[in-house]
């Protein structure tokens, strides 16, 4: 079992930046091949980014890359979006998840496990 609280999110102008950070509890975190989604009203979840179980690879949709950089700590069991140069249109909620595999990384019903989420609301 993994509980996963998603945390940084907040109001920034267009062009500014914020980093998220999702905590994971449990002792098998650095197994679980992480993922950030979000949902803007009245929209579908989209993939954001993901990360496997080391760091290694790492995986963005077509319209963060470039801005947005996901890594992980798995000492400190979180993982984080870094996303720069933020665009009104990427105000959402931001859902961090966990997978047993990264096979399809974009695809929500890999992961497992789910947070929350966090707000994001970006301001032209």
């Known amino acids: 079992q993994v509980q996963l609280v998603e945390s940084g999110g907040g109001l920034v102008q267009a062009g500014g930046s914020l980093r998220l950070s999702c905590a994971a509890s449990?002792?098998?975190?650095?197994?679980?091949?992480m993922g950030w989604f979000r949902q803007a009203p009245g929209k579908e979840r989209e993939f954001v980014a993901a990360?496997?179980?080391?760091?290694?690879?790492?995986y963005y949709a077509d319209s963060v890359k470039g801005r947005f950089t996901i890594s992980r700590d798995n000492a400190k069991n979180t993982v984080y979006l870094q996303m720069n140069s933020l665009k009104p249109e990427d105000t959402a909620v931001y859902y961090c998840?966990?997978?047993?595999?990264?096979?399809?990384?974009?695809?929500?019903?890999?992961?497992?496990?789910w947070g929350q989420g966090t707000q994001v609301t970006v301001s032209s």
């Open positions: 449990g002792r098998t975190f650095s197994s679980y091949a």
């Open positions: 998840a966990a997978g047993s595999t990264l096979r399809l990384p974009a695809s929500l019903y890999q992961y497992d496990y």
């Open positions: 990360i496997s179980w080391s760091g290694g690879s790492t």
